[in-house]
């Protein structure tokens, strides 16, 4: 069973950095893809990074290319999530998941783990 613990967010204006950090543990870390996505006041949860198992080419959702990078550290089994340039509309909850075997799926239903969440609010 693989527990996944967000931290790292907060308030930052217009402009800013933030990076997120996703804890994991009860799982062998280096078999899960691993995603981040968020979720905005009456919206629905969408995509926004992920990197697949084997360490291969990541994916980003195209309101975030440019600006977001998701790395992991297998020694630390965590996965981050570097955003830079925050505009208003990054403000959400961001969400850590973890799919076994994952690749590119981009999917909510497709990650079987989710973390708690973290608060992201950007002030213009």
């Known amino acids: 069973q693989m527990q996944l613990v967000e931290s790292g967010g907060g308030v930052v204006q217009t402009g800013g950095s933030l990076r997120l950090s996703c804890a994991t543990s009860g799982g062998t870390f280096s078999y899960y893809g691993m995603a981040w996505f968020r979720q905005a006041p009456g919206k629905e949860r969408e995509f926004v990074a992920v990197i697949p198992w084997d360490g291969g080419s990541t994916r980003y959702a195209d309101s975030v290319t440019g600006r977001f990078t998701i790395i992991r550290d297998l020694a630390k089994k965590t996965v981050y999530l570097q955003m830079n340039s925050l505009q208003p509309a990054d403000t959400a909850v961001y969400y850590c998941?973890?799919?076994?075997?994952?690749?590119?799926?981009?999917?909510?239903?497709?990650?079987?783990?989710w973390g708690q969440g973290t608060q992201v609010s950007v002030s213009s």
């Open positions: 998941a973890a799919r076994a075997y994952g690749m590119e799926e981009v999917a909510t239903a497709r990650y079987s783990y």
